[in-house]
T-cell receptor, first 115, second 110 residues
């Protein structure tokens, strides 16, 4: 149980384009989903927290107009990187929580490379 | 503020033990431990909810000292599969957000 999927697993795009990443909880309802970014050999940095049906809460320093998050249902959240630039290249990981013990289950991650 | 983990890296021989420490400057509600292998997403190991609680999972166990705002992960008789980067993720409130530590890279050699 507690499986989270992400799509795509890897994406390469040109600078200036937008990329959408999907995060799905496959066998449970995720009341809260989290989006992280991880640079090589560094820890996971929380970008935003989203609750189903409400606006995402962004961490300090994360541009909400650049990283659009939509949590339309209890099993799906999307992160759209708008007007991507090479410095946005990173490993983006989502996690989902169904509440209770706060345990977060992570998706397999999406490696974004912006050329 | 990011929790501090120590050591930053450790190399073991198969069968040896290791301890990874996690220290936070904030009061803690719970502590989560995850292991991440290179290029993969973190995998949940365990959660500790109460001060002083100790939990175990096979040969991996952990303790949580709420007063000291610290948690430790104990790996006993390490196996090759234990290699990876271990992160602690303390939670300091009801927002369910975790602030991940700096990570400890564990390498188990045959």
């Amino acid at each position: 149980g507690a499986v989270v999927s992400q799509h795509p697993s890897r994406v390469i795009c040109k600078s200036g384009t937008s990329v959408k990443i999907e995060c799905r909880s496959l066998d449970f309802q995720a009341t809260t989903m989290f989006w992280y970014r991880q640079f090589p050999k560094q820890s996971l940095m929380l970008m935003a927290t989203s609750n189903e049906g409400s606006k995402a809460t962004y961490e300090q320093g994360v541009e909400k107009d650049k990283f659009l998050i939509n949590h339309a249902s209890l099993t799906l959240s999307t992160l759209t990187v708008t007007s991507a630039h090479p410095e946005d290249s990173s490993f983006y990981i989502c996690s989902a929580s169904s509440g209770g013990t706060d345990t977060q289950y992570f998706g397999p991650g999406t490696r974004l490379t912006v050329l | 503020q990011q929790p501090v983990q120590s050591p930053q890296a450790v190399i073991l021989r198969e069968g040896e033990d290791a301890v990874i420490n996690c220290s936070s400057s904030k009061a803690l509600y719970s502590v989560h431990w995850y292991r991440q292998k290179h290029g993969e997403a973190p995998v949940f190991l365990m959660i500790l909810l109460k001060g002083g609680e100790q939990k175990g999972h096979e040969k991996i166990s952990a303790s949580f000292n709420e007063k000291k705002q610290q948690s430790s992960l104990y790996l006993t008789a390490s196996q090759l599969s234990y290699s990876g980067t271990y992160f602690c993720g303390p939670s300091s409130g009801s927002a369910r957000q975790l602030t991940f530590g700096s990570g400890t890279q564990l390498t188990v050699l045959p």
